[in-house]
């Protein structure tokens, strides 16, 4: 226990209570985020659930548009395994 002896009892430090762990969440919350934080996250959920239902369905997009994310991985997975030619990098321990 990370508390003081004091004679037969054991005195907890503040915020090593349960009910004050979960008073600290909450306010970890409140201080995270702000109300206009909030609020614009609330709105922004309402609206993913609530907007497919009311609007039409859409054509599907073209098929280079499809293959587009697809290249942008092939290109970043080719440059990651491209060895770099640097020749003047002058290292230095500290």
Known sequence: ??????G???EVPRGHRKG?????KRSYIA???SIESLLVLFCL???????PLILPPLPPPPLLLL???????????????MPA???NVVVSSV
């Not at 959920?45 to 907007?51: G, H, I, R, Y």
């Open 67 to 81: 293959l587009l994310p697809i290249g942008i991985l092939a290109v970043l997975m080719i440059l990651a395994v």
């Open 20 to 24: 004050e762990e979960r008073a600290n």
């Open 31 to 33: 201080d995270y985020f």
């Open 1 to 6: 226990m990370n508390g003081v002896r004091h």
């Open 8 to 10: 037969s009892f054991v």
């Open 45 to 51: 959920t309402a609206s993913l659930l609530v907007l």
């Open 85 to 87: 030619h640097i020749t």
